[in-house]
């Protein structure tokens, strides 16, 4: 019965190593909702999501890692809504479309967020417009911890890239051994599928290079053997490098192709 919440929401695709074990939103549903958001004391970030909707999946992470880091704060609560569930007090949600709302009830205040979320961005939002005490740095920095958690959890030994210069950085630093560069998008059923896999060889092949683009958040870092327009068609994608120069690609998450790249192009240089 949803209207009871006697079900379980937000079951957004991820993998076990993506970010199940934070302390993320609060489940809402119906018979709970003007409850918490009409509640004075707080300010309530609520992400409203279809689990059909892309804009959400991507939303979900960074709303996890900051119910995560406020989960103590006792002016700030974060929320999620299936808006797929029945009964949802429309007078208060008013949209059917995927987004994430600030509820200050206290001032009378609904404020929509309308930015690509990010940790980083989501923080800044609430300090501006929650009317509550937030450390913006220090929560800015607990955050930024607990992605590289998840990174570590998700990818082990794997780089994320962070910028044109820094994959480029890469490229050289790895002088003559083999580079694997894994783009990805982590809303993506086939990326979750190949990602346990990528994560496992890069513990197996300690004389190669992994590197992990998100290609759903870093925009500007895309597949030099492909045409731009087929980026979001490809993922999950993969080029090998030596020497700075592409000697290889492949795309799907063929995790026993991706194994037999790696050897032959490892065994090849030796």
């Not at 991507?58 to 103590?72: N, T």
Request: aromatic share 10%; glycine share 4%.
């Amino acid at each position: 019965d949803r209207a009871r919440g006697a079900y379980e929401p937000y079951q957004l695709p991820q993998s076990s190593c993506e970010y199940g074990w934070l302390s993320g939103p609060q489940v809402l549903v119906a018979s709970m909702f003007r409850a918490l958001v009409l509640d004075p004391r707080r300010a309530v970030l609520v992400h409203m999501y279809n689990d059909w909707s892309p804009w959400s999946r991507r939303s979900a992470k960074a709303m996890a890692v900051v119910a995560h880091v406020l989960r103590e704060h006792r002016g700030i609560r974060v929320a999620k809504i299936d808006l797929n569930a029945s009964c949802l007090p429309l007078d208060h949600v008013n949209t059917w479309r995927p987004c994430i709302k600030l509820y200050v009830s206290a001032a009378n205040v609904e404020v929509e967020f309308d930015e690509e979320p990010s940790p980083p961005r989501l923080l800044d939002f609430l300090s501006k417009h929650s009317q509550q005490p937030l450390d913006l740095e220090g929560y800015t920095r607990q955050c930024s911890a607990v992605e590289q958690q998840i990174d570590y959890r998700c990818y082990k030994n794997a780089v994320r890239i962070r910028s044109v210069d820094h994959f480029a950085e890469m490229l050289v630093a790895a002088r003559n051994k083999l580079v694997v560069v894994f783009y990805g998008a982590s809303w993506y059923s086939a990326h979750q599928r190949i990602s346990l896999a990528f994560s496992s060889l890069t513990e197996k092949h300690s004389a190669v290079v992994f590197l992990y683009v998100q290609t759903d958040v870093l925009t500007t870092v895309r597949p030099a053997t492909l045409i731009p327009g087929d980026m979001q068609a490809s993922v999950p994608y993969f080029e090998f490098f030596r020497k700075g120069v592409v000697v290889d690609s492949m795309d799907g998450a063929d995790d026993v192709l991706l194994q037999q790249k790696i050897v032959m192009l490892t065994t090849n240089n030796a």
